[in-house]
């Protein structure tokens, strides 16, 4: 087989001082490069510059000059040469018919990203692996549907890797420049401030209590702050964040901007009520003057007009083909809907993203022309992505040493499908817009929604249930069982309360008594007839089971807790069934199902101990789950 990528000669693009068709990325060819088509004409040259890529220009047809570094080297039709980075070059043309040459520049993210491709193993890497958890917003405490999203899946797979021995930085920290902030406050008579610190400690505190264990949890202070002005100055001093006019919803009795949460409307994409800057429901940004008939979310909510204002922003649209080459191997490895999402957004042009807004909450703006500004929160997410990572290692370190290409390091989100838009396409370009300094998540791992009762969790109309009263009812192991069996991974999913009692009743607590019954009464011996081969390719069959659903590639906590279930069963009607069985057999089984049990049930298996049992070898102490009541409480059980 093959394809092709047609040259079109009309269609030429102008920049850098040259006519370029930039055909490479592609999707269609998985390569560690990428490359363009160029055209100068007589009399020109292109624009001198330097950048970090290792470059190749193949003379096609012509003759010219290059000037590398103030020296001058004819190149002809045939020639090749090769620029380091940071090399400052040029290609003059003082011939009087054009010339045409064929650019290749690659570095090392795309040879990084090639080789996992052709590689497909996380085994192979050795570096670190960076989890995050996006900062929730502080504007309350975290509830049940919070906790079914990214924080468990991202303590799942942390656990899941300490348990093999390899190096993870799970964190996470709140995100207290959002808006929302600001609206929960004032229906809470409080204080932005203060609601930001007491739902802070409220929020660690309750991934405490859940045992959601992190390497960081960055607190908003100056640290954080001073984070975000160095990530962004960068990116402003090289002219890659733009001054725009944009209209932006604004009422007339408060004579203010209102922006995020401060709007509501329907998104201009699927009708849906939405606030601004982002669709819940489809995913779609609606930046600017998007909104359909916007109102105030603040009393005395009024409808809104759009008045034009001076803001800066960042042209994502000019890394739409670092973006499709980023996404183009990502096909049948992620979720489907984050993939689905993006196909949406690249089929139209990209709509730039506000870096700063006309409000008061928030980072004052440090760049001329934005004076009396804030920046917009989520332009926040990478600075702040890299400080919650920098608080779980050693402080003499800089904020963003963990994201550094150099220290070889890999990322991966968990998030709620709602924030893959910021996640997957702005955040993403601003790394890129950083030149190759920082490391792209490998994997971005979304879930959808997680309803109550059939409806959505929602802290305004009190439909909730906070995830610190929820362990104060049941074991958390419990919860966190329930949790990761109906987690909300490709489909929305609902938590009930009868349905969490039936289940962990019928289908954990009760089988999982039962093993314990089976192995504690039966009686140990011996026996020949069952090899070691035997017993070898049961563990491998449960171990590849177990490591399919906790590698980033095929994870899943809701198949792991079948997995669970699935073994717990299986083991107590071997046992049952059995006379005679050789302790080796069952027991290395049963080591394999606490492998796994242990990752979800951390407080289970760390009571289980190992005991000498018949004829010299070791017995597991099985403890028995307590039984739930009537009312979904555990009996005898103190939280």
């Known amino acids: 087989m093959h394809s092709f990528k047609k040259l079109n000669r009309n269609d030429l693009k102008f920049e850098n001082n040259l006519f370029a068709q930039r055909l490479l990325p592609w999707r269609e060819l998985n390569a560690p490069f990428e490359g363009s088509w160029c055209v100068i004409q007589p009399g020109t040259h292109s624009t001198p510059h330097a950048h970090h890529e ?90 049940v549907g919070h906790m079914a999203g990214p924080y468990l899946a991202g303590d799942i797979h942390a656990r899941y890797l300490r348990s093999k021995g390899r190096p993870v930085n799970y964190a996470t920290g709140t995100d207290d420049s959002q808006t929302y902030v600001v609206t929960s406050a004032l229906k809470a008579g409080m204080s932005p401030a203060e609601l930001c610190l007491k739902s802070s400690n409220e929020i660690k505190r309750t991934l405490d209590n859940w045992g959601v264990e992190l390497e960081g949890y960055a607190p908003f202070d100056e640290g954080y702050r001073k984070a975000v ?63 359909k008939n916007p109102m105030s979310t603040m ?105 550094l290409s ?53 802290t305004s109309r009190g439909h909730l249930i906070w995830a610190n009263d929820l362990i104060k009812e049941l074991p958390r192991d419990y919860a966190r069982f329930y949790l990761c069996l109906t987690s909300p991974e490709n489909n929305r999913s609902n938590f009930s309360r009868a349905a969490m009692e039936k289940i962990l009743t019928e289908r954990l607590i009760e089988p999982w008594n039962a093993l314990v019954k089976a192995y504690s009464a039966h009686t140990w011996r011996q026996s020949v007839g069952v090899t070691g081969n035997e017993v070898g390719s049961e563990v491998k069959i449960m171990r590849e089971r177990l490591y399919d659903c906790c590698e980033l590639q095929s994870f899943s906590q809701s198949r792991l807790a079948d997995w669970i279930i699935s073994h717990i069963a299986r083991l107590e009607k071997m046992i049952s069934a059995g006379s005679g069985l050789n302790p080796h057999t069952v027991n290395s089984q049963i080591s394999v199902l606490l492998e796994g049990l242990g990752i979800v049930m951390i407080d289970l298996v760390e009571n289980i101990t190992e005991a000498t049992g018949h004829e010299g070898g070791i017995m597991f102490c099985l403890k028995q789950m307590p039984a739930l009541s009537s009312l979904g409480r555990a009996e005898n059980y103190v939280p």
């Open 406 to 458: 150099s220290t070889g390091n890999k990322l991966a989100y968990f998030l709620g499908f709602d924030n893959s838009y910021f996640w997957g396409v702005t955040h993403l370009s601003l790394l890129m817009a950083h030149d190759g300094k920082y490391i792209l998540p490998d994997y971005i791992v979304p879930n959808e929604f997680y309803e109550l009762e059939n409806s959505k969790f929602s």
């Open 229 to 291: 002005i160095k990530f962004l100055q960068p990116l402003f001093d090289n002219q890659k964040l733009k001054m725009k006019s944009v209209k932006l919803p604004y009422s007339e009795l408060r004579n203010e901007f209102m922006v995020e949460s401060y709007v509501s409307g329907e998104c201009p994409v699927c009708l849906a009520q939405s606030r601004g800057g982002l669709c819940e429901g489809c995913g779609h940004p609606n930046n600017f003057d998007q909104l």
């Open 54 to 143: 290792h470059e190749i220009f193949i003379a096609i047809k012509g003759k010219a000059l290059i000037e590398c570094e103030g020296a001058l080297t004819e190149f002809v039709a045939g020639d090749i040469v090769q620029f380091y980075p940071d090399t400052k070059h040029s290609v003059i043309n003082n011939a009087d018919t054009d010339f045409e040459m064929y650019s290749v520049w690659w570095d090392r993210n795309m040879s990084d990203q090639f080789l996992k491709r052709a590689r497909g193993n996380e085994e192979d890497f050795t570096g670190k692996r960076l989890i995050i958890a996006p900062p929730p917003t502080p504007n309350g405490d975290l509830h």
């Open 299 to 403: 009393p005395p909510y009024e409808n809104l007009v759009y008045k034009e204002v001076d803001i800066m922003v960042f042209p994502v649209e000019d890394y739409r083909e670092k973006l499709l080459n980023y996404y183009a191997d990502k096909k049948g490895v992620w979720r489907p809907h984050i993939l689905q999402l993006m196909d949406e957004l690249f089929s139209h042009k990209l709509i730039d993203f506000p870096v700063t807004y006309p409000v008061t909450w928030g980072i004052p703006s440090p760049f001329p022309g934005t004076e009396g500004q804030v920046l917009n929160a989520w332009v926040e997410g990478m600075p702040a992505s890299m400080y919650c990572n920098a608080c779980g290692v050693s402080s003499d370190l800089e904020f963003d040493y963990e994201w």
